[in-house]
């Protein structure tokens, strides 16, 4: 199994695991898609392999354990369209972990998104936490630390995980058959992170959405109110069939944000190792040379403006021909 990034960590982990038993719980915490949840299958694994070195990926163990059918690793993943896990998930988990394992010498319990537990849920949690059994290991892989209870983190040997090097991203990428144009764009826009550069290239729709928001970008400095208006529009049609409402528009403003933050860049003489749409270069040249940095710089406020009114849930419509006037007016 090879995760990658984060290599030390999993070293030091290795290396702890060797001389002792593992810690009752863990909080594994770092941004999305740099291969927390990896890891936590990874060291299920490591202590559930019957082979001479472990993880050997290949014993009977090992294999349930990857293909998610080991019957001493339970898994709380968050379901789709429910925003949180609450109660009934955690106590079901209660009394599941409490029984000695069927196989290996431990029962794993992993959370895959930690920060969705409810205060309830985390509270029933505790109780599990101030008197585990022996065999328990508990795994919480989280975004962040804001939402979980200080009670269950102090109980948790905390692992931090950091962004994984963009060009080894790039490269993973090219393994994985993506063109090296392609593969250099989404491993900039991941900020180091593998799995949403994966998700990414992965579906065609998000890399669609990305291209025709950066079209419509394109147009839109210098152009006249009702050309706002309609490139307002075609964004707000822009949709992937995510089912998370703001997940798209989201998507859009991240991808302005991107593009104008570029052209500021380039416009103060930044360095072009720092931009993240390399494959439109040209085009980023021909708007920083034509732009004040002043007016690429309201540009930004503006789409950060969007993104507040976006929280707040102001009407996509109103939120984008607010933007995308604001965004005409870039200029000298
Ligand atoms: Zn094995």
């Known amino acids: 199994m090879h995760i990658l990034g984060n290599q030390a960590l999993r070293s030091r982990l290795q290396e702890a695991l060797r001389t002792s038993p593992p810690a009752p719980a863990y909080l594994f915490l770092g941004p999305r898609g740099v291969g927390k949840a990896l890891t936590a299958t990874w060291m299920a694994a490591r202590l559930l392999c019957s082979g001479p070195e472990p993880p050997c990926g290949l014993c009977p163990a090992c294999r349930k354990v990857h293909s998610g ?39 794993f319990w992993i959370f895959s998104e930690a920060e969705r537990l409810t205060g309830e849920a985390q509270s029933a949690l505790l109780k599990t936490l101030e008197e585990p059994p022996g065999h328990l290991v508990l795994i919480l892989v989280a975004g962040g630390e804001d939402a979980l209870l200080p009670t269950v983190t102090s109980r948790c040997r905390i692992l931090r995980f950091g962004p994984v090097d963009v060009q080894a991203v790039a490269d993973s990428l090219l393994e994985h058959g993506v063109s090296p144009e392609r593969a250099a764009v989404a491993a900039r826009i991941s900020s180091g992170s593998p799995g949403l550069a994966l998700e990414l290239v992965g579906t065609g729709e998000i890399w669609d959405l990305r291209e025709s928001a950066l079209d419509l970008a394109s147009g839109l400095p210098g152009s006249q109110t009702w050309q706002a208006l309609e490139v307002a529009a075609s964004l707000e049609a822009l949709k992937t069939g995510s089912s998370d409402p703001k997940a798209d528009l989201t998507r859009v403003l991240d991808n302005l944000m991107s593009w104008f933050r570029d052209a500021l860049c380039l416009s103060v003489g930044g360095d072009e190792g720092l931009l993240v749409n390399v494959d439109r270069l040209d085009t980023l040249r021909v708007l920083a040379s034509s732009s004040s940095p002043r007016s690429l710089d309201r ?16 009407q996509p419509r109103f939120l984008l021909q607010r933007l995308c006037l604001e965004l005409s007016r870039v200029g000298a």
């Open 299 to 314: 540009a930004l406020q503006a789409i950060l403006e969007a993104f507040d009114h976006l929280h707040r849930n102001v």
């Open 69 to 107: 059918n080991h019957p001493d690793v339970l898994r709380i993943d968050r379901v789709e369209g429910k925003a949180s896990v609450g109660i009934d998930d955690v106590r079901e988990g209660i009394s599941a972990v409490q029984l000695r394992p069927y196989e290996g010498g431990y029962r």
